[in-house]
């Protein structure tokens, strides 16, 4: 059975660094064909895709967040990160990490998320 | 970006009975569009892919395709877990762009 487990701190201050990681145990992140993807949800808006990273290392990514989020995996850890730079209180959401297994399918695997404040 | 306009945006049914909710593309998505379920305290869950796709593991009661409007997803015989929020997303030109919602609240 494929989880996802997001992780970070649940507070972050304005213009700083947010760094989330998610678990992933039941498939390997660099084995296989899956695309890895980071998703956020402010209050009472809609999801809002932030980018993706495939097995191989590849990513691509949403323009809203203006370069300044980074999808990346770590191999020996099993897990997949999100950096997203100079953050601002538009930044505070839900994060969500979740997987599919074509380009263009539905995210089949999804963690639970985890809430990100940006506040001083 | 290609944007997704869900309606309506909230509707009350009751259990037993059966919804329809829409999605439209602001331009084509080909047949790109899933449909997720998501309830509080709950990992979202992917319901249909390719438009008609049926995820393994959902109930058959849970249907997807397309009508005049743009496409549909039908909950037929509406039971209590399916009192949630609904969202579709196009997977046909990045960025993976989501509708607004919508809530399926018990009458």
């Known amino acids: 059975q494929v989880q996802l487990q997001e992780s970070g701190p649940g507070l972050v201050k304005p213009l700083q660094t947010l760094s989330l990681s998610c678990n992933v145990s039941g498939a390997s992140v660099t084995s296989g064909s899956y695309y890895w993807s980071w998703i956020r949800q402010p209050a009472g808006e809609r999801l809002e895709w932030i980018g993706q990273v495939y097995t191989s290392g590849s990513t691509i990514y949403s323009p809203s967040l203006r370069s300044r989020a980074t999808v990346s995996l770590d191999t020996s850890k099993n897990q997949v990160f999100l950096t997203v730079t100079s953050v601002t209180a538009a930044d505070t959401a839900v994060y969500y990490c979740?997987?599919?297994?074509?380009?263009?399918?539905?995210?089949?695997?999804w963690g639970l998320g985890t809430l990100v404040t940006v506040s001083s | 970006d290609i944007q997704m306009t869900q309606s309506p945006s909230s509707l009350s049914a009751s259990v037993g009975d059966r919804v329809i909710l829409t999605c439209r593309a602001s331009q084509s998505v080909n047949k790109y569009l899933s449909w997720y379920q998501l309830r509080p305290g709950k990992a979202p869950k992917l319901l249909i892919y390719a438009t008609s796709s049926l995820q393994s593991g959902v109930p058959s009661r849970f249907s997807g395709g397309t009508s005049e409007t743009g496409f549909t997803l039908t909950i037929s015989d509406l039971q209590p877990d399916d009192f949630a929020t609904y969202y579709c997303q196009q997977t046909y030109s990045p960025p993976w762009t989501f509708g607004q919602g919508t809530r399926v609240e018990v009458k």
């Open positions: 979740a997987r599919s297994v074509t380009p263009h399918g539905g995210l089949d695997y």
